[in-house]
């Protein structure tokens, strides 16, 4: 009886190391896979043949919760925010973890991604929408662009731009005179279909369009579609992501990496008058090799500067934590 327990006992602990070794030469596996895929097609920026499971949640990332909520407790204590929200994804396997993933907050200029997506959208039926040209007729002394966060060009008052220059202004330098002449330049139902055809819910935006109206695990979703080129195809898809790691803007996110690792991402921010509150934000995928994550983050407070700095905190903790594991 002895001898027959010892070998029971030793066939299960073979098991669960054969158990965990599978497991980790898997991921490994699945890892190397996504690299394999992004330079045979000869994409940088897209993993199009291994589409996530978007409801797979990862107790694995406990820690580095855990790790963020702290930081988050220790700015709302210093008043550098008074609340937060994040979501993360392993873009390899499909694990994520939110934190008050579900609380709204208003985009700001986080809606300029779903009307990017809207263009490219037309333009696998139509590329020829890129050469359509625009008059800009947004007057920067009328007040309706006031951005604390400025481009640093500005859009000339009529004269004519292709929506193509305008699309890269709008990302780009996060431009909202460009912003308004696009989406000026089309019907309003299309950029709601996008939303529709990726099931993000704005239906808040419909009796208060400047208000509290999106949560960071809808908005993410954006960028999980474009990375898994599932929605656009996948040039469309590539290009997106592209020049979306072309923005000027490398506070947040982007300040909290080395500089060497390419970011895909987009800020918004916004100041309410009545209030005194702002609110800023950033979403991308930072494409760490053989590791690419997804990380959104809002904030409210009163500082756009300290909301910043709080981002890039946690940037920087997420780096860490994913680049050592």
Same mark, same amino acid.
């Given at each position: 009886m002895k001898k027959f327990f010892l070998r029971t006992a030793a066939a299960l602990i073979f098991l669960i190391i054969g158990v965990v070794? %599978?497991?980790?030469?898997?991921?490994?596996?699945?890892?190397?896979?996504?690299?394999?895929?992004?330079?045979?097609f000869n994409y940088q920026f897209i993993s199009p043949l291994l589409e996530c499971n978007s409801n797979i949640l990862?107790?694995?990332?406990?820690?580095?919760?855990?790790? *963020?909520?702290?930081i988050i407790n220790q700015?709302?204590?210093?008043?550098? *925010? @008074? +609340? #937060?929200?994040?979501? =993360?994804?392993?873009?390899?396997? %499909?694990?994520?973890?939110?934190?008050n993933e579900k609380e709204y907050f208003t985009p700001a200029s986080l809606v300029k991604v779903p009307v990017l997506i809207t263009?490219?959208?037309?333009?696998?039926?139509?590329?020829?929408? =890129?050469?359509?040209?625009?008059?800009?007729?947004?007057?920067?002394?009328? %007040?309706? @662009?006031?951005?604390?966060?400025?481009?640093s060009e500005a859009l000339v008052l009529n004269a004519e731009y292709t929506v193509e220059e305008l699309i890269n202004r709008m990302i780009i330098h996060s431009d909202n005179d460009a912003y308004n002449d696009l989406?000026?330049? *089309?019907?309003?139902?299309?950029?709601i279909q996008t939303y529709k055809d990726l099931d993000v819910d704005i239906s808040k935006a419909f009796t208060n369009?400047? %208000?509290?109206?999106?949560?960071?695990?809808?908005? #993410?979703? +954006?960028?999980?579609?474009?990375?898994n080129a599932s929605y656009l195809n996948q040039d469309m898809s590539e290009k997106t992501l592209k020049l979306l790691s072309q923005t000027e803007y490398k506070q947040g996110l982007v300040a909290g990496i080395p500089q060497n690792?390419?970011? @895909?991402?987009?800020?918004g921010e916004r100041k309410f008058s009545d209030t005194g509150e702002t609110q800023f934000h950033d979403c991308g995928i930072i494409y760490l090799p053989k590791k690419p994550y997804l990380l959104c983050v809002?904030?409210?407070?009163?500082? *756009?500067?300290? #909301?910043?700095?709080t981002i890039k905190s946690i940037s920087e903790k997420v780096f860490e934590y994913i680049n050592s594991h």
């Open positions: 070794l %599978g497991k980790s030469l898997y991921s490994d596996k699945q890892e190397t896979d996504q690299q394999e895929i992004r330079n045979s990862n107790n694995n990332f406990s820690t580095l919760k855990n790790q *963020i909520q702290n700015q709302i204590n210093t008043k550098n *925010i @008074s +609340f #937060a929200s994040i979501y =993360f994804r392993d873009l390899n396997n %499909g694990p994520w973890f939110g934190i263009y490219y959208k037309k333009a696998e039926k139509n590329p020829d929408i =890129f050469k359509q040209t625009i008059i800009n007729k947004q007057d920067p002394n009328n %007040g309706s @662009s006031i951005q604390n966060i400025k481009p989406v000026n330049n *089309i019907n309003s139902d299309d950029i369009p400047n %208000g509290n109206i999106l949560n960071v695990k809808d908005y #993410a979703s +954006f960028f999980r579609i474009l990375y690792i390419m970011v @895909s991402h987009k800020f809002m904030t409210r407070g009163n500082d *756009i500067q300290k #909301a910043t700095q």
